[in-house]
């Protein structure tokens, strides 16, 4: 798998679940863009702290070129800090709230590419472009290049 959006676990009243979907016309355009540039897009939507460790272990492992990590309420984890600076894999955290100015909510670290927020879910979009832009793939739209 080349990419991998996680999406982290909503509080709600004192227990934690799934975030709501993303738009089907987000996810849909999200994959066809991935595709479109030569990768894969796998998105996995975690309940919990222990399905987000276990899908950023499981991105280890399956040796995913690059994460797209929403940590949701599960942000000031120790444990997912922890298990973020251990998966070795370059990421792009993302959150799909309204916020001015794009602030990490992951503690620093230097697999961490970019922060893309404020855009409500357009943010995964524009996280997906930063990715693609760093796996050297941004303008790989076709096999016709203009001037070429």
């Known amino acids: 798998m080349s990419l991998l959006l996680i999406r982290g ?3 709600r009243a004192h227990h934690s679940e ?10 849909r355009g999200l994959a066809e863009r991935a595709a ?6 796998a998105v996995r939507v975690c309940a919990n702290e222990a399905e987000y460790l276990h899908a950023l272990d499981s991105a280890r492992r399956a040796h995913t070129e690059l994460l797209l990590l929403d940590p949701g309420s599960a942000a000031t984890s120790a444990r997912l800090h922890e ?5 070795g894999i370059p990421y792009i955290e993302v959150h799909d709230d309204g916020c001015d100015a794009p602030e990490p909510r992951l503690p620093p670290s230097p697999a961490c590419l970019a922060v893309a927020q404020g ?10 472009e930063m990715a693609l832009e760093h796996l050297g793939c941004a303008e790989c739209e076709s096999e016709r290049h203009v001037g070429t």
């Open 9 to 11: 676990p909503e509080r």
């Open 36 to 41: 479109v540039a030569g990768k894969t897009l």
């Open 119 to 128: 855009y409500r879910a357009q943010s995964y979009t524009l996280a997906l």
């Open 83 to 87: 298990a973020v600076g251990h998966t």
């Open 18 to 27: 799934p975030p709501p979907p993303l738009p089907p016309q987000i996810l």
